[in-house]
C-alpha cells in the first residue's frame, strides 16, 4: 500500500510539474515587427448583425426575441457553424418554427422562430456572418516558440462590441495599397490587400488585449530587443513602428503624454504622433494601425490600439507586459 500510494505521489507531481512547464517564464526579449497582416477568423457559430427593413414591422427573428449580437449555435438540436448550413436548415423547413439556441452575454438561451415566405424564399429577416476580416499590424514575434501578438485589442463583435468566439482564424501576407487621411471628427483608415492562398500564421486566440498564434516559419527575425517592465515605461519621446505604405515597415516618433497603468481596456498610454513623415502621410493614428509596437529607450513597452476621435494625432497604448499576460504562453508577471 505504502509503494503504490508513493507511485502515485510521483505521478502526480509529474503532473503538476507538466503543468508548470505548460507556460514559460515571461520573455526578457521579443522581436518588435510592425508589419502589417491580414486576418481572417472563423465565428464559433453564426453571428446575428442586424434586421432587415420591412416598413417598421418586425420581422419573424425580432419577433421571436432574437437581438444583434446574439450567436447561433443550433438549431433544433444540430450545431450550426457557417451562414450555409443556417440558410440551408430554414429552407429545409420551409415554414415550420424552428428552436434557435443562441448564446448571449455568455447565456444560453432558446427562441422559437417561424421564418416567412418571401421573394427570395423562407426567411427570418435577420442579417448574419460567421466570419470576419480585416487588415492589422504585428506587434512582436517571440523566435523561442514562434508565438507573435497584434493588434493589441481583440477584432470584436461589431454589436456587441466585445472580442468575437473564434473557432479558428489565420493571419496572411498583406500590404497596405491606400490610406484614408484621418481629421478631427473622422478616423482615417489604412486600405489593405492580402493573398487569399498563402497562410503566414495562425490565430489561436482572440482577446481584449490582443490576438496570438504561431507563426508558420520565422518570418520576423529583425533583432530583438528588451522587454519593459510597467514600471519603466515613462512620459515623454519614444517611437512606433509600423506600415502605412506597401510592405515597409518605418520608425516614426511619438510621445508617450500620460501613463494609466490600472486602465484594463488597453488605454494605458496616451500618445501623440510627433513625426512630421507620418502626420502628413495618415494626419496621425489611423485603424490598421492597430498593433504597431512602441519602443522607448531600446526597449518594446507597450503597442497601438485607438485613435481619439476628436484629435487623430493622439491615440492609446496598451503596456506590452498586459499583452503577454493575455497571450496565454506565460506566466502571468506578478
Known amino acids: 500500500m505504502k509503494r503504490q500510494w508513493q507511485r502515485m505521489t510521483a505521478a502526480l507531481l509529474l503532473m503538476l510539474a507538466l503543468a508548470v512547464q505548460a507556460c514559460a517564464a515571461m520573455p526578457e526579449t521579443l522581436v518588435p515587427v510592425g508589419s502589417a497582416i491580414g486576418i481572417e477568423l472563423l465565428a464559433d457559430g453564426v453571428y446575428v448583425t442586424g434586421f432587415a427593413e420591412t416598413g417598421g414591422k418586425k420581422t419573424s427573428a425580432e419577433r421571436a426575441g432574437l437581438k444583434a449580437g446574439d450567436r447561433i449555435s443550433k438549431v433544433d438540436g444540430t ?48 442579417y448574419v456572418r460567421d466570419s470576419i476580416a480585416g487588415i492589422g499590424t504585428v506587434t512582436f514575434y517571440d523566435p523561442e516558440s514562434n508565438l507573435y501578438g497584434a493588434l493589441g485589442h481583440g477584432v470584436n463583435d461589431s454589436a456587441t462590441a ?51 498564434g504561431t507563426a508558420c516559419t520565422d518570418l520576423w527575425d529583425a533583432r530583438a530587443i528588451p522587454v519593459a517592465a510597467q514600471d519603466e515605461v515613462r512620459t515623454g519621446k519614444a517611437e512606433i513602428l509600423s506600415t502605412v505604405s506597401g510592405q515597409t515597415v518605418q520608425r516614426y516618433e511619438v510621445r508617450i503624454l500620460e501613463l494609466h497603468p490600472e486602465e484594463e481596456n488597453g488605454r494605458n498610454l496616451l500618445l501623440e504622433v510627433t513625426d512630421p513623415a507620418l502626420l502628413a502621410k495618415t494626419g496621425g493614428i489611423v485603424q490598421g494601425m492597430s498593433g504597431s509596437p512602441i519602443i522607448q529607450d531600446g526597449k518594446l513597452v507597450g503597442a497601438v490600439t485607438h485613435v481619439l476621435v476628436r484629435d487623430p494625432k493622439r491615440g492609446y497604448g496598451v503596456f506590452i507586459q498586459h499583452m503577454l499576460d493575455s497571450s496565454g504562453a506565460y506566466e502571468e508577471a506578478a
Request: no cysteine; glycine share 12%.
Open 79 to 126: 450545431q450550426i457553424e457557417k451562414t450555409e448550413e443556417l440558410t440551408r436548415t430554414i429552407s429545409q423547413h420551409g415554414g415550420e418554427s424552428l428552436r434557435m439556441t443562441v448564446l448571449r452575454n455568455g447565456r444560453e438561451m432558446t427562441f422559437t422562430v417561424r421564418p416567412e415566405q418571401t421573394a427570395e424564399g423562407w426567411k427570418m429577416g435577420a
Open 162 to 212: 466585445e472580442p468575437l468566439h473564434m473557432r479558428s482564424g489565420v493571419a496572411r501576407d498583406a500590404r497596405v495599397v491606400d490610406v484614408v487621411k484621418g481629421k478631427r471628427g473622422t478616423p482615417g483608415q489604412l486600405k489593405g490587400a492580402f493573398s487569399q492562398t498563402g497562410v503566414l500564421a495562425t490565430v489561436e486566440r482572440n482577446t481584449s488585449r490582443g490576438i496570438f
